[in-house]
């Protein structure tokens, strides 16, 4: 069965950081691009960052260019996500999964980032 355990959100003040971390099971995850989302309240989920499956590649949003930076473990089949600098408008439920629509059936529970002073 394919999962993802998110962790890591919390509440912090403008200008922090935070580092997110995604536990994914149940496929060959080397085999997968994969990427955070976020999820805003009265929004629609959105893309915010992809790495490829070594790695080697990685490409982000205008909205967190330069301030967030994903990385991954293939041997412990983990993604993250550094957070710095961080706005207001980066509040939202973060999850993680496959770049590939192929896994979009299955969707972790997320975890909550609120940024606020």
């Known amino acids: 069965q394919v999962q993802f355990v998110e962790s890591g959100g919390g ?4 200008g922090g950081s935070l580092r997110l971390s995604c536990a994914a099971s149940g496929f060959t995850f080397s085999n997968y691009a ?3 989302y976020r999820q805003a309240p009265g929004k629609e989920r959105e893309l915010v960052t992809t790495i490829t499956n070594t790695g080697g590649s990685t490409n ?3 909205s967190v260019k330069g301030r967030f930076a994903i990385s991954r473990d293939n041997a412990k089949n983990t993604v993250y996500l550094q957070m710095n600098s961080l706005k207001p408008e980066d509040t939202a439920v973060y999850y993680c999964n496959a ?4 896994l979009w059936n299955y969707w972790g529970k997320g975890t909550l980032v609120t940024v606020s002073s």
């Open 11 to 14: 509440l912090v003040q403008p």
């Open 34 to 36: 994969m990427s955070w």
């Open 60 to 62: 982000y949003a205008d």
């Open 99 to 102: 770049r590939n629509p192929s």
